[in-house]
């Protein structure tokens, strides 16, 4: 099931199989409605997070990769929505503190953005890279501090 949604940052793709999201990527691909049930859940929880109303979701999604990016995806579900750790922050959730750069590198891979927010991850003396692009990422942080619930 697919769906390629608009945002603020461009075209979202949202591929969904067996009940799970498995993709979440930008793309230059035209608009395509949603098709399936988790696809159309992803959508809707995705609308109402650029409209700065959801700030947790709850639409399954499935982790492929290794042993360690999945670990390290897992850990970016846990940091909270407007809050940044540091990649080493991230190593030692993961309980490989001294793993940083391995972390950085699992969340480059990351296929299922914003639901797994890996923008959420900045470096010890900055903003700290982002696959699509430093704006896309202060553009995330900035929306999630703006509509942080105190």
Not at 37 to 55: D, I, N, S, W
Not at 86 to 100: D, E, L, S, V
Not at 104 to 122: D, E, Q
Request: net charge neutral.
């Amino acid at each position: 099931m697919r769906a390629v949604m608009d945002t603020p940052l461009g075209h979202l793709a949202i591929e969904a199989e067996n009940g799970a999201v498995e993709r979440v990527a930008f793309t230059d691909e035209e608009l395509l409605p949603a098709t399936g049930e988790t696809a159309q859940k992803a959508v809707k929880q995705l609308q109402q997070y650029f409209a700065g109303e959801r700030q947790v979701f709850d639409v399954p999604v499935r982790l492929k990769g290794t042993a360690f990016q999945v670990a390290a995806w897992e850990a970016l579900m846990k940091i909270p929505y407007g809050e940044t750790v540091t990649y080493q922050q991230q190593a030692q959730m993961m309980g490989h503190p001294k793993a940083c750069r391995a972390a950085g590198g699992a969340n480059n891979k990351n296929h299922i953005l914003i639901l797994v927010p890996c923008h959420r991850v900045v470096a010890s003396n900055g903003m700290g890279g982002f696959g699509c692009g430093t704006e896309k990422k202060r553009f995330l942080l900035e929306l999630e501090k703006e509509n942080r619930n105190e």
